[in-house]
């Protein structure tokens, strides 16, 4: 059980820009030049204009920055020695993270752009468009003319979509991130605990609705961040099983003993989200725990998880672990769905995908990506499965953890839940 010593952790402002710079200098040191040398890029270039952000830009600027200013141009330079050369283009300062180049009372923004990019002569320049990942699709289309006539005919056709650089980026987690990472999961556990109790639970008094802004208000006053509204459903005897992402027209909302809860719920810390899916159940009169069945159907849903991890292997792409983990779910008799993805920076991250939910043939592009180490992702699937003490009623158990892969093998950041929550 988690307790309050999971939000003891939780840093003030000013201290958690200091871990998160701290951080973005590592990864700008070590990180980002081996993505670089990696997908073939001596030279990356970012271009935002203030609220129409890049995807990739926040984690590139230092904070306190909180958007781009007018145009921010960033330019990273591979070295011959391996070293990266970081320019910035912008009117404000970067501190010691970024060498500013560009004086604006001398030179055009655009001219000093393409000056800087000749001097350096650079084989192969990324830049951020792409079909397949939105995150490496930030540059727009008026930048892209701007940034086409700056570099001119010849060093245009040296540019090419930095896609795979952009998702390496922003989906490789450095050690002190995955250090980090657990204690994030923890707090977003914590919360989901103290929702699914009789602190906050009423029977009969109680609605989803109630427990869903119960979640947002506590990440809140947390001073954390939400990065989707939580969702709260009802699974109970005799009633149909409501479809994934949404409650039927005219569910029942008043929470009841019998009822089995499920959550979806994420917050966002130290830059880093989670994404968690539990579920709970509220206890009868003379009740002290759940049915046989539906701590079966939990699992079946545990066992799902381990096919799926155990699947995991680097250089495997999203598609080809979703068919085998399908096929081996299938040999045992578990009606499962997969739908996992990656976690970090956003919710819904960069990387391979592995399956959708309304997907389950295989993500084209997105799961044809490979899985490399030191990521993150969330385990997301369900399974469905006939409860006895309800006649014979299915259920599904929508379950979704964080998990790290490093060094080969995956990890849950925060254990998983194997029990489920009881109200009462």
């Known amino acids: 059980m988690h307790s309050a010593s999971a939000f003891s952790k939780i840093l003030p402002l000013r201290q958690r820009a200091e871990v998160r710079n701290r951080w973005l200098k590592h990864r700008l040191d070590d990180v980002l030049p081996k993505i670089m040398t990696r997908e073939g890029f001596d030279m990356w270039i970012v271009v935002a204009r203030e609220y129409n952000e890049d995807p990739v830009i926040m984690t590139l600027l230092p904070e306190p920055a909180m958007s781009a200013r007018r145009r921010t141009i960033l330019l990273f330079y591979l070295r011959g020695d391996g070293t990266l050369e970081r320019l910035t283009l ?39 468009v792409s079909e397949t990942f939105a995150f490496g699709d930030g540059l727009t289309h008026s930048e892209y003319n701007r ?40 707090i977003s556990h914590a919360i989901i605990a103290e929702a699914f109790s009789s602190r906050v639970i009423q029977p009969g008094v109680t609605t989803t609705e109630d427990v869903v802004w119960w979640m947002r208000q506590r990440v809140h006053d947390l001073g954390l961040q939400s ?31 019998g009822d089995l809860l499920h959550c979806d719920f994420g917050i966002r810390y130290l830059g880093l989200a989670t994404d968690n899916q539990q579920h709970a159940y509220v206890l009868k009169l003379g009740e002290d725990d759940a ?38 779910a299938k040999g045992e008799g578990i009606n ?16 391979t995908l592995i399956g959708l939910w309304d997907t389950q043939q295989g993500v084209p592009g997105q799961g044809d990506y490979e899985l490399f180490d030191n990521t993150c992702h969330a385990i997301e699937l369900n399974i469905r499965q ?11 158990i929508a379950l979704e953890e964080d998990a790290v892969f490093t060094g080969g093998a995956v990890y849950f950041l925060d254990n998983r839940q194997t029990k489920l929550h009881l109200v009462g």
């Open 147 to 186: 940034l086409a006539v700056a570099l001119g005919t010849e060093y245009m056709a040296r540019a090419r979509g930095a896609e795979r650089l952009a998702v390496g980026w922003l989906e490789h987690r450095t050690q002190q991130e995955i250090d980090v990472y657990p204690g994030i999961v923890e």
């Open 336 to 351: 499962a769905s997969i739908y996992c993805h990656p976690i970090g920076y956003h919710g819904h991250a960069a990387g």
């Open 227 to 257: 990065w989707f509204q939580p969702s709260i459903s009802i699974q109970a005897a005799g009633q149909v099983t409501p479809q994934l992402g949404a409650a039927p027209e005219g569910a029942r909302k008043l929470i009841l003993p």
């Open 291 to 328: 049915p046989e069945g539906l701590k079966a159907a939990l699992a079946t849903g545990n066992r799902l998880q381990d096919i799926v991890v155990g699947e995991f292997s680097a250089g495997r792409t999203g598609n080809q672990i979703l068919m085998s983990s399908l096929s081996r």
């Open 386 to 396: 006939a409860i006895p003490e309800w006649g014979g009623q299915e259920v599904r």
């Open 90 to 128: 912008a009117r404000s300062g970067m501190g010691d993270l970024y060498q500013a180049a560009w004086d604006p009372s001398k030179e055009e923004q655009h001219a000093c752009l393409g000056r800087l990019v000749r001097e350096r002569n650079p084989r192969s320049i990324g830049i951020d």
